[in-house]
């Protein structure tokens, strides 16, 4: 247990939605190496795009400010990111994109240990797929 004592206060990737902090949010995915017209498409939890932006060559990370692309503050609830390949015969998804928060808490409950994080959002250790400073 002392071993999970000091992720505390580290920051870990997590796979799927995310909700926005306080700061931006920090986001990494797998380099695009074979797309036309490749963009970085965040959505709401309806489905609807919230922020778009090109991905250039080489490019793994992406922060997010919470703002649309208007410029305007996005509205409070569940986000999912994708990189997408969007071109004149359509959009075709490349990958998904996973999420830095920091843990501020793990849990032991129900003999599943979960963290807690930040944002106020939890997860299973298991689904973590990155710890760092």
């Known amino acids: ?10 920051r870990a990737l997590v796979k799927g939605s995310f909700e926005i902090g306080k700061t931006s949010t920090f986001m990494k995915f797998d380099a ?8 970085l498409i965040i959505r709401n939890d309806a489905g609807g795009i919230v922020f ?10 992406f ?16 986000f999912k990111a994708e990189i997408v390949d969007q071109t004149k015969n359509g ?5 998904e994109v996973e999420t830095y928060y920091k843990i501020t808490e793990i849990r032991f409950e ?9 944002n106020g959002e939890k ?3 298991s689904e973590l797929t990155r710890i760092r400073s």
């Open 123 to 125: 997860k299973p250790l």
């Open 91 to 95: 959009t075709k998804s490349l990958g």
């Open 32 to 39: 695009v190496t074979k797309a036309e017209n490749p963009q």
């Open 110 to 118: 129900n003999k599943k240990q979960t963290a807690i994080f930040s």
């Open 52 to 61: 778009q932006t090109k991905v250039t060559a080489g490019m793994t990370e």
């Open 1 to 10: 247990m002392s071993s999970l004592a000091n992720i505390v206060g580290k």
């Open 63 to 78: 922060s997010w400010n919470g703002l649309t692309n208007s410029g305007a503050a996005a509205k409070f609830g569940p």
